[in-house]
């Protein structure tokens, strides 16, 4: 095959066809190229081989397929080969500390997994090796065990046709740079595999491989330290009901309720066991909401439920959903569960520690989640922190402030990620869901609902009423093109001062890096040339950050309108005010008639 004349027009697709039959051992991939080019599709064989996955601190996700744009067994192998060079050379006790390794339970994730396991038992790196996990499983055995670093092959809630492949360093948290820089030159320099990179026998015969069983009763024992109210826990009245989405959070979802007491789930049966085809939702993400959710409604009617519980696929994330006296469903915002997680970990904290000020104390979340944390915090005396989108950060700047002796208690994302306390460094939703069942439960026994309390909260620290949304973009001069227009509305590098009525008072841009809040102009955040994010913050106050996503194809808008309670001004008025502003910053930034946007579906 290898030897196969190559001749479709294109030089530069020639050579990377010839390369590509060289050396890829799977045969579907090797016939997937082969019948392009036998079909003579040029503009296809380009479009995959010519162009590379970027290796950031997201690590990898793509569709799966033939093609150096694609996830399959080649560029996993070199994805590999180049995290092992990179850390051969970072980690001096790496042949005595390992790796982690784990996998979802995707099309290809086992065998992803165990080819990445492949390549650094080869080079004598003990590797624990996991399958069909949840992914903050992996962050917490890298630090349990002291590991140098972990793999979670996994594309979490993306659809089916996609995997990925997810970094984190030895401190617990993903990557950050530099690390995601030098992993990727590593990569480039390590394209063609290695003369045992394909064979997998290894995985099964090397006694560097290592799966310690006690590792999974280690974690519910550490979240079960985050249970303060273990014996009401058992005798609540709450009945909560469970989807895994079909992914890999069931069995972990039931050992951690058993950790904090209560009486077992009610599982959406259908929807528990892992199958990567994801027969029941359209999308596998319980972000979506109402429309992921339909099954676990039933359900919970059924058997006389009032809250829903929901991991993704990967289990990492949490959507919260209760049954309203009218007989409604209200599926909880992300950073409406942001808001009530917030009030109980620093409620729970103050019942432990009574005569704490709160100086030492931390909170954490995303530049583009509510603000409702920094408004507690302001009022209670603890500290709030922002960061830059994704949990990479919030994950290790909680580390870098444990390391000073500060306590963190809660972090969080609007896209229903929560980290509640520091048992794992990234997004948690099987340690979320424990918390989050204890909180109603809690609140169920004084008469409350999760509902009642949120009013309760923007009651007492001013309403955040957020509107968040997105639109599908596949092409990128396309979405560059957007950007460039809102940066020069005003001519020539001239941002714009107003959106239809509205003033804005500040612009920052993370692309660029400019902030005409600060006294130089220039942004305090980290900058990233590799991806759109604006923020503006108006006269009113509202807040509204446009951005692009790192593992989708989506140009995603966020807006929080924050109301002093002392105003006097009402959850209502505050909504439709927002409303207006949202409809004003789709009609003049976003442009989707003129960029031929595809709107979110509900």
Not at 89 to 103: A, R, Y
Not at 155 to 179: F, L, R
Not at 526 to 555: D, H, W, Y
């Amino acid at each position: 095959m290898a030897a196969m004349s190559i001749n479709t027009g294109d030089a530069e697709v020639d050579v990377k066809v010839s390369e590509w039959l060289e050396w890829d051992k799977n045969e579907k991939t090797r016939t997937a190229v082969i019948e392009l080019v036998a079909q003579n599709d040029t503009e296809e064989l380009r479009s995959r081989l010519c162009n590379r996955m970027s290796f950031g601190t997201a690590g990898l996700r793509s569709k799966m397929g033939a093609g150096n744009s694609m996830m399959n067994d080649l560029t996993i192998i070199q994805t590999s080969q180049g995290l092992l060079r990179y850390m051969e050379k970072t980690c001096p006790k790496l042949k005595e500390k390992g790796v982690v390794v784990s996998c979802d339970a995707r099309h290809n994730s086992d065998r992803f997994a165990d080819l990445t396991a492949t390549i650094f038992l080869n080079s004598g790196v003990p590797v624990y090796l996991f399958k069909c996990t949840p992914t903050p499983f992996v962050p917490f055995c890298v630090s349990t065990l002291g590991c140098d670093g972990g793999i979670m092959v996994t594309a979490s809630h993306n659809p089916k046709e996609d995997n990925g492949y997810k970094v984190y360093w030895n401190n617990g948290a993903q990557i950050i740079s530099p690390h995601d820089e030098g992993i990727a030159k590593c990569i480039c320099e390590n394209l063609q595999p290695w003369p045992d990179s394909w064979n997998t026998d290894i995985v099964h015969s090397s006694s560097l491989r290592k799966t310690p069983k006690d590792l999974k009763n280690d974690y519910f024992v550490q979240i079960k330290k985050l249970c303060c109210h273990s014996s009401s826990n058992q005798n609540t009245t709450l009945r909560f009901t469970y989807t895994a989405m079909h992914g890999v959070g069931y069995d972990f979802a039931v050992q951690a309720f058993e950790a904090f007491n209560f009486k077992p789930l009610i599982p959406v049966k259908k929807q528990v066991d892992p199958d990567p085809e994801f027969p029941t939702v359209k999308f596998p993400n319980p972000e979506e909401g109402k429309s992921a959710l339909d099954l676990a409604m039933s359900t919970a009617n059924e058997h006389n439920s009032t809250v829903i519980l929901a991991n993704d696929p990967d289990a990492d994330r949490l959507a919260v959903a209760e049954k309203l006296p009218s007989g409604d469903w209200k599926v909880f915002s992300g950073n409406e569960t942001g808001a009530l997680f917030g009030w109980w970990c620093w409620t729970c904290y103050k019942r432990d520690h009574p005569e704490s000020s709160g100086e030492d104390v931390y909170m954490l979340a995303s530049t583009v989640s509510s603000k409702i944390l920094q408004s507690i915090a302001a009022r209670e005396g603890f500290n709030f922190v922002e960061t830059l989108t994704g949990f990479k950060w919030m994950g290790n700047v909680s580390h870098d402030l444990m390391e000073n002796g500060k306590t963190v208690l809660f972090a969080f994302e609007e896209a229903i990620g929560f980290m509640c306390g520091t048992v794992v460094l990234d997004k948690d939703g099987i340690s979320a869901l424990a918390v989050a069942a204890e909180m109603a439960a809690h609140l169920a026994g004084k008469g409350m609902t999760l509902a009642t309390q949120l009013e309760e909260i923007y009651n007492t620290y001013g309403y955040h009423t957020s509107c968040n949304s997105y639109f599908i973009c596949h092409h990128q001069p396309t979405i560059e093109s957007l950007f460039h227009s809102i940066r020069n509305m005003n001519g020539p590098g001239g941002y714009p001062t107003t959106c239809g009525p509205y003033s804005i008072k500040y612009t920052r841009d993370l692309t660029t890096g400019y902030d005409n809040q600060q006294p130089d102009n220039k942004a305090i955040l980290p900058t990233s040339k590799s991806s759109q994010m604006i923020t503006f913050t108006f006269e009113n106050g509202c807040v509204a950050t446009l951005r692009t996503s790192g593992t989708e194809p989506k140009i995603k808008y966020y807006t929080e309108f924050c109301a002093d309670p002392s105003k006097g001004l009402g959850k209502e008025a505050v909504k439709a005010e927002l409303d207006k502003m949202v409809a004003c910053i789709i009609d003049s930034f976003l442009q989707p008639e003129k960029y031929n946007l595809i709107a979110r579906t509900e």
